[in-house]
């Protein structure tokens, strides 16, 4: 990087597929040293092998971890065993839907939606929290315009 400025590790909970991998990429361009986890270990593999390609050094560090954020000891390990190194920037890209009529959406696709979405992005930023204060780090959740406004045939 020509501005002699030092990396900065950026943390992406789902940025194994979609906007998440998108701001994978987009921090390994710019030289930073990027962690990234999926659900699905084939995709987050797959989508490592792509961010690693894209390296600007020897020194740059890519990194993926299988994690499900409904499972809060999985979260709690991520930042204490996994990851123990300053986090400058946390970006939480998870999420779930489930497209269907509510009546016709079984009550566990709305819990599932409300773990993952609501509670997932709680728990991890409180997770994360002692990294990021290191760092004097910053959190992003990413959410969908159906957060803001109904969309026909999403309940949940």
Do not use: W
């Not at 699905?40 to 954020?69: I, P």
């Not at 566990?108 to 204060?133: M, V, Y």
Request: net charge negative; with cysteine; proline share 3%.
């Amino acid at each position: 990087m020509g501005n002699n400025k030092p990396n900065k590790t950026l943390c992406i909970i789902g940025g194994n597929r979609g906007i998440g991998k998108a701001a994978a990429a987009h921090g390994v361009a710019r030289g930073d040293n990027v962690i990234i986890t999926g659900r699905d270990l084939q995709t987050l593999n797959s989508t490592l092998e792509e961010l690693k390609d894209m390296t600007l050094s020897q020194d740059q560090r890519v990194q993926g971890f299988v994690l499900d954020v409904r499972d809060s000891q999985a979260l709690k390990d991520l930042f204490s065993k996994s990851i123990t190194c300053p986090l400058d920037l946390l970006i939480y890209s998870a999420g779930y839907s489930y497209p269907g009529y509510a009546e016709e959406t079984p009550l566990g696709e709305f819990r599932t939606q409300i773990e993952t979405n609501l509670i997932g992005a709680a728990e991890t930023a409180l997770a994360a929290l002692p990294l990021l204060k290191q760092a004097g780090g910053t959190v992003v959740f990413i959410s969908s315009l159906a957060g803001l406004m109904g969309v026909f045939g999403y309940s949940g």
